[in-house]
Each structure stands twice: as C-alpha cells, then as structure tokens.
C-alpha cells in the first residue's frame, strides 16, 4: 500500500519561479489537505478539498493555488517562488475530515533562493 | 484568536516512567481531538482520536483525555522506551473539514 506519495521529495527554486508538488493518494478519501511546517511555527493549513473538483482556502493560502481535478491527486502550485515559500511541505488525506485519521506523506523539503 | 498550546520545552524522562504531555486550547469547541507523533524528516503518524463525549481513550500504552470544560487534553504514555522519542502533536477544528496543529512537544526518553 502507497497511501500517499508526494512528488517532489526536495526541490530548489530561484525566487521567480514556478513549480507544482503533486500529492497522490490510493485510499478513496474524500479529502486531501496541503500543509506547510516551519520550525518554531508548527503545521500550518494552505488549502484543502472536500472532494473532486473542491478546493478551500486553509489559514496561509498566500501564494498557493490548489486544483482537484481527479479525486486521487491534490496539486499546489506556487506560481511565484519567495524565499519565504522555503519550507517542508506536507499532503494528507482523510476519509472523513477531522472525523477520521488523516494520512501524511513524506513530504517536499523546497528551498527557494 | 483561536489557540492550540502545546509545552514549548522539551520533555526528558527516564525508560519506564510515564510521560504526560499537554494540549490547552482556545476559541475552539472541538467534536474531535486527535493526536499524531513525528519523528524527524517524516511526515505525522495517527496516534489517537477521541470525541468530546469522551472523557478517556486508550490503545495500548497510550491514554488520551479530552476536558471540554477545562479546553484541555493530556496525552499519557506509561512505561515509556527509548523508541517512544518523537514529537507530539494535538490537533482539532472548529470547521469538521481541516485539522489545526499544535507546535508539538518533544519528547526524549532516556535509558
């Protein structure tokens, strides 16, 4: 069982630039979640989706955007890399929200320059 | 603004004690409560969920409380190893859609 696979797992950026991190699940849940973790900061919500073709502003989506197009992926774009976009990226999945465990990946490490 | 504290400091104790770890939170009223462990370079693991009717869960040597009253859970773990070294994580919404983190504490067990 994969679970939930992110692609990239590291990635440098220069600041201007743009990249996706795709995140894949094999589980059928209905909802994937992107978060960022910096030290002394914690996990923190970008975006998340409630199922296909959803998409919802988390509590720092500044920078981000987010498609669902097929139920299995959930992809965040950065469309303008920032130095302050360096970060650890985590996806995760759930089969029914805060109701359920959610699954992690094994993260992105971006470092934008 | 809504708040989930968890102990900044890191907390050492000795193989085969009981560690008890803290997650006080505000402007929150919880239906859920969840706590998650992680290890360094990889992503969170599912430890426990417990509900707000629920006053104690427990898998293991593992035990969770949930306080709705004092806007408070513990996280216990008895007869602690050295493999029980992690970070721990609380976390809980408000919205029933997207769990918020704590900033987590550390936890070192020593032989």
């Known amino acids: 069982n994969a679970g939930v696979t992110q692609t990239p797992k590291f990635r440098v950026l220069k600041t201007g630039q743009s990249m996706t991190l795709l995140c894949a699940q094999d589980m059928n849940h209905e909802y994937m979640y992107w978060y960022r973790q910096d030290p002394g900061m914690g996990l923190r919500l970008i975006h998340y989706?409630?199922?296909?073709?959803?998409?919802a502003k988390g509590e720092v989506p500044d920078g981000y955007n987010v498609s669902r197009l097929k139920k299995q992926n959930f992809l965040l774009g950065l469309e303008s890399a920032a130095p302050s976009q360096t970060s650890v990226y985590f996806c995760?999945?759930?089969?029914?929200?805060?109701?359920?465990?959610?699954?992690f990946g094994q993260g992105t490490r971006l470092t934008v320059v | 603004s809504q708040k989930i504290e968890q102990n900044s400091e890191a907390l050492n104790i000795q193989e085969g004690k009981t560690a008890t770890l803290t997650c006080n939170y505000t402007?929150?009223?919880?239906?859920?409560l969840q706590w998650y462990r992680q290890d360094p370079g990889r992503g969170p693991v599912f430890l426990l969920l417990?509900?707000?009717?629920?006053k104690e869960k427990r898998k293991e040597r593992l035990k969770v409380t949930f306080d709705t009253t004092l806007k408070q859970s513990l996280f216990h773990i008895t007869a602690s190893q050295p493999a029980d070294s992690a970070t721990y994580l609380c976390a809980l919404s408000n919205s029933g859609y997207a769990l918020n983190f704590g900033k987590g504490t550390s936890l070192l067990v020593t032989p």
């Open positions: 989706s409630v199922g296909e073709g959803t998409t």
């Open positions: 995760a999945s759930s089969h029914s929200g805060v109701e359920s465990e959610a699954f």
């Open positions: 402007n929150y009223s919880p239906a859920y």
């Open positions: 417990i509900r707000e009717n629920e």
